[in-house]
């Protein structure tokens, strides 16, 4: 080896321990993304219409992100994925519950828009190990529609 060619070896090493350095501060722990999975059945959300998510951490407020679904819409029988960040979700143990709510935009002689929502399945990776395990999940079909807007679903024991 050259002294030159040593020189870059151990910038090298250096830029790999640092890199390294910088993958552990970044600890899944600090904040842990969660997966929003929505199946829409046979009534569709239409665009503008939107969903508001919201998870109920223990002793903290219920904690709110609205508009997941970006105001557009979600077609008959769609499968809709939205990852957000809950900065102060760091365990699947403070987890109480999770909740959905549709937001229907009318407008004049409109009718609230419906929505069959078949499925939600709301998923974090565990800090410990990064697997995907599932926080709160309902299988069975809810309808939203004028009178029924917010639907808690609870969590996984």
């Not at 609205?66 to 699947?92: G, H």
């Not at 109480?96 to 929502?117: F, K, M, P, R």
Request: include cysteine; aromatic fraction near 4%; hydrophobic fraction near 35%.
């Amino acid at each position: 080896l050259t002294k030159r060619s040593s020189m870059t070896i151990k910038k090298l090493i250096v830029a790999l321990l640092t890199l390294g350095s910088v993958a552990v501060l970044a600890s899944p722990a600090l904040s842990v993304p969660v997966e929003i999975l929505l199946q829409t059945g046979g009534d569709d959300l239409r665009a503008g219409s939107y969903a508001n998510f919201y998870i109920k951490l223990r002793g903290r407020p219920l904690i709110a992100r609205n508009n997941i679904t970006r105001r557009q819409n979600l077609a008959n029988n769609s499968l809709t994925r939205r990852t957000i960040d809950i900065p102060e979700l760091t365990s699947l143990n403070q987890v109480e519950y999770c909740e959905i709510e549709h937001v229907s935009q009318e407008s004049g002689g409109q009718t609230a828009d419906n929505w069959n929502l078949d499925s939600a399945v709301i998923r974090m990776r565990r800090p410990s190990d990064s697997a995907l395990v599932t926080i709160c999940e309902r299988t069975r079909r809810h309808r939203f529609d004028g009178n029924n807007r917010r639907l808690t679903i609870n969590r996984v024991r």
